[in-house]
Every structure is written in C-alpha cells, then in structure tokens.
C-alpha cells in the first residue's frame, strides 16, 4: 500500500547524475587533433569516430526497451555505464584505427544510448504530468555534461596527454553512470495512477508502425536533428569562411552551441507542458528555416552569424527535449522507450545525411538551402499531424464525450 511513497526527487537526481555523465561523449573533437599528433592518422579519419559513435547511439536505443524488460532499469543503466567507461578505457590502449573505432564508437556509442533512452524515459513515467519540463531537466543533463567537459576533458589532454586523459575520462563516467544508478527506480505503471491519466492507448511498436503518424513525426525528428548536427559539425568552419571571421572568434562559436543548445532543452520543454508540444515544435522548424535561409542568401558578419547559431543551437536543443514527450502524447507511455527508440533512428540518421548532402552538393550555403525547404514541409507536416485514435484526449474532449451518451433508466 505503500508503493507510491516514493521520493521521486533521488530519481531526479540520479538521472541527472547518468545524464551528465552520458553527455560526455559530446566532447569528442576535443580529441582529434591529439590523436593526429600522436599517431599520425588523417583528421578526416580519426573524426569518422564520432559518426560511428553517434550512429551507435542511435542504433542501441532499438533494443533498449527490450534489455530493460529482461534486466530491469537499474541493473541495465548500471551495465551500460561500466561498458562504455571500459570502452573509454581501452581506447586509452589502442593503436590503430580500427580499434579506436571499435571501442571509442561501436561500444561507447552503443552503452552510451543504452542508458540515455532508458533514463529518460523512465523519469518521464514518473511525471506524466509534466513531461515537457521533466523530458528538458534531463536531456538538459546530458547538454550540461558536454558542456562541463569540454573544459575538464581538455584540462585532462593538456595536463596527461591524449592517451591517459581517455583513462581517466572513463574512470569518471564509470562512477557517474553506475553511482547515478543505484538512485533510479522503475516506473512500470506509475502513470495509471495518477490525476495526468487519461483515456488512453498503448500502442506497441508494431502497432505505432501501422500508423501514419509514425512515419510523420520521424520526418520531423529527422529534419530537426539534421539540421542541428550539421551545425555542431562546421559550426567554427562556417564563422570562418563564410562570415569572414578569424579562427579564434568563430571558435566562440562552439561554446555558444553548447551553451543556447542546452538552455533551448530546459526552456522549451517547460514551454511545451504549457502551450503545447506541436506548438512549440512549428516555432523551431520556422525559426530554424528562418535562421539557414539567413546563413545561405544574407551577407555574414559577426552579429548575424551568432544570431543565426544560437537560433538553430536553441531549436535543436528544444527539439530533442519535446520528442520523448511527443511520442508519449501519441503512443502512450507504456512502450515509450521501444516506440521512441524507433523515432530516434531520425537522429542517427540525421547525423549522417547533413555530412553527405554536403558532399554531393559541394557546400555549405546548398546544405542549408536543402534544410530550409526540409524545416518547410516539416513545418506543414507539424501544424497539420493530429494523434492516432485513442491517444490522449484533452479533459474538455472528454468532458464533451461524455455529456454525449445517452443517459438512460431503467425501471
């Protein structure tokens, strides 16, 4: 009787500990240069790690759901975090490629997204009721994290070398992730009982693929997280030859990323408990088209180069936070972590396509003008997207089914 006596703060808090913890790997270009130095490989090809670890990441959150159901939340996160310190760990011994993208990419990326699904989508269950607010305190967590080290992992590289900085930058995600840990708890059907709870159905992944709404939101997730990590990408490259900018200023541009990437999180996803996801989700894709347009058609200089980052850095980061949220509001939250899983291939994929249709069209300015239509027919897609049938319906809707029946006596 006394299951629900539970003090929801310490799962806040261990969450936030594993997130910030799982941000890390978000650091990555810190390490490119160092390992050119060391071992004399080719930038482009010590900087395809962090493709694979972010394609990793992506790929892991598929069997999640599935991993939590046979291991349980805690035992899994608590997995997760000894795998990817061992990864960061080994790859303080590697000496070749190959390696640095087995352990640094494949494993990292694979633990990393591992535990970074299961934790937000438990602490979503946890609060139905304000998904929005409780979805960007944590995945504001995992932007804290990078942010955080940049400047620790760095110090790290100046004061050990490349090498022994891997060492101990695994060492202290271990003891984040597992510690963090051991203050989860699982939600399994916190939700149902709760004042949030509505008429609702939980879809499970294979009936969320029998609709069209599925399809349509990856396209948006997609266009999103594309349009975002690209700019992460080239974003100093893009100060320099674009806004004629010298190489230490557009390197500001990197912090301002990170710094507008995460307050977009945090900010947004409390907006969208307010005035409404999809609602929220328009203004981005709008603003996002807005700002791209501006970086490919618009002569450059300081203040509209910046303004046009932070925009896209703060609707990138809004984004990320909103979906988990979304995909609950359509599909339930029983399966959130299977069904989200599935969405989320967008970001992995969206990490990719940014790189390779720069490729083909030889440039940054035809890269954006492609995300500008993109955030356009996402946008069209985002005002006109309603949930499947019975998925959460608004207390008023309700109110009005039910005044509806026919209320009828007998005897």
Same mark, same amino acid.
């Given at each position: 009787?006394?299951?629900?006596?539970?003090?929801?703060?310490?799962?806040?808090?261990?969450?936030?500990?594993?997130?910030?913890?799982?941000?890390?790997?978000?650091?990555?270009?810190?390490?490119?240069?160092?390992?050119?130095?060391?071992?004399?490989?080719?930038?482009?090809?010590?900087?395809?790690?962090?493709?694979?670890?972010?394609?990793?990441?992506?790929?892991?959150?598929?069997?999640?759901?599935?991993?939590?159901?046979?291991?349980?939340?805690?035992?899994?996160?608590?997995?997760?975090?000894?795998?990817?310190?061992?990864?960061?760990?080994?790859?303080?011994?590697?000496?070749?490629?190959?390696?640095?993208?087995?352990?640094?990419?494949?494993?990292?990326?694979?633990?990393?997204?591992?535990?970074?699904?299961?934790?937000?989508?438990?602490?979503?269950?946890?609060?139905?009721?304000?998904?929005?607010?409780?979805?960007?305190?944590?995945?504001?967590?995992?932007?804290?994290?990078?942010?955080?080290?940049?400047?620790?992992?760095?110090?790290?590289?100046?004061?050990?070398?490349?090498?022994?900085?891997?060492?101990?930058?695994?060492?202290?995600?271990?003891?984040?992730?597992?510690?963090?840990?051991?203050?989860?708890?699982?939600?399994?059907?916190?939700?149902?009982?709760?004042?949030?709870?509505?008429?609702?159905?939980?879809?499970?992944?294979?009936?969320?693929?029998?609709?069209?709404?599925?399809?349509?939101?990856?396209?948006?997730?997609?266009?999103?997280?594309?349009?975002?990590?690209?700019?992460?990408?080239?974003?100093?490259?893009?100060?320099?030859?674009?806004?004629?900018?010298?190489?230490?200023?557009?390197?500001?541009?990197?912090?301002?990323?990170?710094?507008?990437?995460?307050?977009?999180?945090?900010?947004?996803?409390?907006?969208?408990?307010?005035?409404?996801?999809?609602?929220?989700?328009? !203004?981005?894709?709008? %603003? @996002?088209?807005?700002?791209? +347009? /501006? *970086?490919?058609? &618009?002569? =450059?200089?300081?203040? #509209?180069?910046?303004?046009?980052?932070?925009?896209?850095?703060?609707?990138?980061?809004?984004?990320?936070?909103?979906?988990?949220?979304?995909?609950?509001?359509?599909?339930?939250?029983?399966?959130?972590?299977?069904?989200?899983?599935?969405?989320?291939?967008?970001?992995?994929?969206?990490?990719?396509?940014?790189?390779?249709?720069?490729?083909?069209? !030889?440039?940054?300015? %035809? @890269?954006?003008?492609?995300? +500008? /239509? *993109?955030?356009? &027919?996402? =946008?069209?897609?985002? #005002?006109?997207?309603?949930?499947?049938?019975?998925?959460?319906?608004?207390?008023?809707?309700?109110?009005?089914?039910?005044?509806?029946?026919?209320?009828?006596?007998?005897?």
């Amino acid at each position: 009787m006394k299951e629900h006596k539970v003090n929801r703060l310490l799962i806040v808090i261990g969450t936030i500990i594993v997130q910030m913890g799982l941000g890390t790997i978000y650091t990555w270009s810190l390490f490119n240069q160092p390992l050119v130095d060391k071992f004399g490989w080719e930038l482009s090809s010590t900087a395809i790690t962090f493709s694979i670890t972010s394609f990793a990441l992506a790929f892991a959150t598929l069997f999640s759901g599935k991993l939590q159901d046979k291991w349980g939340l805690r035992r899994l996160v608590a997995a997760a975090g000894i795998l990817l310190g061992a990864g960061l760990i080994l790859s303080s011994q590697v000496s070749s490629l190959w390696m640095l993208y087995l352990v640094a990419g494949v494993i990292v990326g694979f633990a990393d997204g591992t535990a970074y699904i299961t934790s937000l989508s438990n602490l979503i269950k946890w609060f139905p009721d304000k998904k929005g607010l409780i979805s960007g305190i944590s995945v504001g967590a995992f932007g804290t994290g990078s942010l955080i080290f940049k400047y620790v992992n760095a110090s790290l590289i100046s004061s050990f070398g490349v090498s022994t900085a891997f060492l101990l930058w695994g060492i202290i995600v271990l003891v984040m992730v597992v510690g963090g840990s051991f203050l989860l708890k699982e939600a399994k059907d916190v939700a149902k009982n709760t004042k949030a709870a509505t008429q609702q159905k939980d879809y499970t992944v294979k009936e969320m693929l029998k609709t069209k709404q599925a399809y349509l939101l990856f396209v948006i997730f997609f266009t999103a997280c594309m349009s975002g990590l690209y700019l992460v990408g080239i974003v100093k490259d893009i100060g320099v030859s674009l806004a004629g900018l010298d190489v230490a200023t557009a390197a500001n541009a990197v912090a301002l990323v990170a710094i507008f990437n995460t307050s977009g999180r945090i900010i947004l996803g409390a907006l969208s408990d307010k005035v409404g996801r999809m609602q929220v989700v328009c !203004g981005t894709l709008l %603003a @996002t088209a807005i700002a791209v +347009a /501006v *970086l490919s058609f &618009v002569p =450059l200089n300081f203040p #509209i180069f910046f303004a046009c980052v932070a925009t896209i850095a703060f609707c990138f980061g809004g984004n990320i936070t909103v979906f988990p949220a979304i995909v609950s509001d359509f599909f339930g939250l029983k399966n959130q972590s299977k069904n989200y899983g599935v969405i989320y291939q967008g970001f992995g994929l969206g990490a990719l396509a940014g790189s390779i249709i720069a490729a083909l069209l !030889g440039g940054f300015q %035809a @890269t954006f003008t492609v995300i +500008a /239509v *993109l955030c356009i &027919v996402s =946008l069209i897609i985002a #005002i006109t997207i309603k949930p499947p049938y019975g998925a959460v319906q608004s207390k008023e809707k309700q109110e009005r089914l039910k005044n509806m029946q026919p209320h009828t006596r007998i005897g």
